[in-house]
Nanobody
């Protein structure tokens, strides 16, 4: 089992960029699919993107396509979310999640598909 800690959130003006990090501890991180989600107050948790165990495959929600990029560095046990051209509607708590899976079990887009979650990092975009 791995544990996850997100970082990199903050306050940014519209049009700005942030890079979120998801640092894992534990063993066998390279066997885990990792996803990014966000949740705004009063709204359901929203899928953004997911990356396969070796980083060779990615999948994005429409809300993330073209502005967000996911990557991972298994040697550092980390996954990153680069967010560009941020908009006020991107304001939310951002979470990374992980699930140990076989290579063919990808993508995972539903929150219930993941069994390990970080505590979240807040992103606030001002207009």
């Amino acid at each position: 089992q791995v544990q996850l800690v997100e970082s990199g959130g903050g306050l940014v003006q519209a049009g700005g960029s942030l890079r979120l990090s998801c640092a894992a501890s534990g063993h066998s991180f390279n066997y885990y699919v990792v996803g990014w989600f966000r949740q705004a107050p009063g709204q359901e948790r929203e899928f953004l993107t997911t990356i396969s165990q070796n980083g060779g495959s990615t999948h994005y929600a429409d809300a993330a396509k073209g502005r967000f990029t996911v990557s991972r560095d298994n040697a550092k046990k980390s996954v990153y979310l680069q967010m560009n051209n941020l908009k006020p509607e991107d304001t939310a708590m951002y979470y990374c999640a992980a699930k140990r899976a076989i290579l063919s079990d990808f993508p995972k887009v539903h929150p219930e598909s993941y069994d390990t979650w970080g505590q979240g990092t807040q992103v606030t975009v001002s207009s």
